[in-house]
């Protein structure tokens, strides 16, 4: 590694994502790195995807190609996506890789049959960094458990530092072989500034919003989300509706998926739910301001949660389940927020700390703040500082084990 001059970062992922872009602008304008982006979907390129989650076609209004250097490697796979393991598939990958000549690679994900195949070729040959958000919160006991611990055991074999998003996700490494000296905290981060810039115009602007679906001022909106899908459970939130006989509440839903038309149909003739759709990213600041809370009451495979990261940046305070990965990190119960258990009836108890909230003018105010406060530490800049700390961390343990820098 060559840590005198530029650090040359090779990063492998499938496609541009909204989360992704700025970090790696950020990477990029860094001093002392040079960065090329691989993205391994090539049909991506068109900057219009098919999510089968939401059910309709996106395209963020954000720019996700600007300021680094990228390139699409073509993938050959019979049905392209970032869905399972055989769609992507890029013959000329590794190939392309070693042509730039990284001194360190950053691989996102190894379920996909050309990132594990990077892992396997260039384990011994350039420093990897791995970037997941795996937990083990819905691992469940038996010989499938065992067999998949093997067998991830054996694939972390080829990573020499994990980049770890959360407390969650440093449980799923050190389960899979990874020591804790190959442990670096990059937590899980978005744009900050660009949801946390507090104007008049925008908070006008989410006043309107309400407005125009009849919600006042004085009114409480708890709000989700996310794709309206089973994991989610978006359900819960019609759930607490239920429990809740105060008129100056109104629940929002943000997205699209396979429960919406179900959950209409539950909501119909309750005047205080409302359907937005989806939302592109220009939005979202405003939306998230309409809320007095957002909710995620994920059931399962909710990795992370990035919507929490962008209700606190708003200042929202937040309620999410404890099988969010991102619960033990982000909220504070009774300070950013609340989390509530899966296991039994929860609406009820939700139902009372809303309205318990609400009756305190205040607090819900002071909650938001702190949680503004409080995310400010996962930030793209921790995050580049991080990937800093990782390099030193390799270049150290090259030193050690005298092989030249």
């Known amino acids: ?41 090539s049909q991506s390129s068109a900057g219009k995807n098919f999510d089968p989650d939401f ?77 997941g958000d795996s937990t083990l919160l819905d691992e469940k006991s038996g010989l499938k458990k065992w067999l998949r611990r093997i067998f991830l055991t054996w694939v972390y074999r080829h990573v020499d530092i994990g980049l770890c998003v959360g407390v969650q996700n440093r449980a799923y490494y050190l389960a899979h072989g990874l020591r804790p000296d190959q442990l670096v905290n990059a937590p899980h981060a978005i744009d900050n500034d660009r949801f946390a810039a507090d104007d008049p115009q925008r908070n006008e602007a989410a006043r309107v919003r309400r407005r125009v679906l009849g919600i006042s001022d004085q009114d409480h909106v708890l709000m989700f989300v996310g794709k309206l899908e089973a994991k989610k459970d978006p359900d819960f939130l019609l759930r607490v509706g239920y ?58 495979n909710e990795t992370w949660g990035l919507a929490v990261n962008e209700a606190m940046a708003c200042g929202r305070p937040v309620l999410v389940s404890d099988r969010v990965g991102c619960a033990p990190d982000l909220v504070v119960q009774g300070e950013t927020g609340w989390i509530f258990s899966t296991e039994g009836n929860a ?59």
């Open 243 to 300: 429990y809740i006989d105060d008129p100056t509440f109104h629940l929002v839903f943000v997205g699209n998926g396979q429960l919406e038309t179900a959950l209409k149909r539950k909501s119909s003739g309750r005047p205080r739910i409302h359907f937005l759709g989806f939302q592109n990213q220009q939005a979202m600041p405003e939306i998230y301001r309409m809320a007095d809370v957002l909710v995620l009451p994920s059931r399962w």
């Open 55 to 131: 059910k309709r076609t996106i395209e963020w209004d954000i720019p996700l190609l600007e300021g680094y250097s990228f390139c699409f490697v073509d993938n050959v796979a019979p049905r392209p996506g970032s869905d399972h393991f055989r769609g992507i598939d890029n013959p000329t990958l590794i190939r392309e890789i070693e042509a730039w000549k990284p001194d360190a690679l950053i691989i996102y994900g190894w379920a996909f049959r050309s990132h594990l195949a990077c892992l396997r070729h260039f384990k011994g040959r350039v420093p990897i960094l791995f970037r």
């Open 347 to 405: 609406e009820s108890d939700v139902a009372v700390w809303m309205q318990q909230a609400v009756d305190q003018p205040d607090t819900l105010v002071d909650m938001g703040r702190q949680g503004q406060e409080r995310i400010k530490a996962y930030s793209i800049e921790k995050m580049v500082e991080s990937i800093h700390l990782a390099i030193r961390t390799i270049y150290r343990k090259q030193n050690n084990e005298g092989k030249p820098a």
């Open 1 to 41: 590694m060559n840590t005198s001059a530029m650090t040359r970062i090779a990063i492998v992922t499938t496609h541009p994502i909204q989360y992704n872009a700025p970090l790696f602008a950020r990477l990029a304008a860094e001093p002392c790195f040079e960065v090329m982006v691989f993205y391994t979907w």
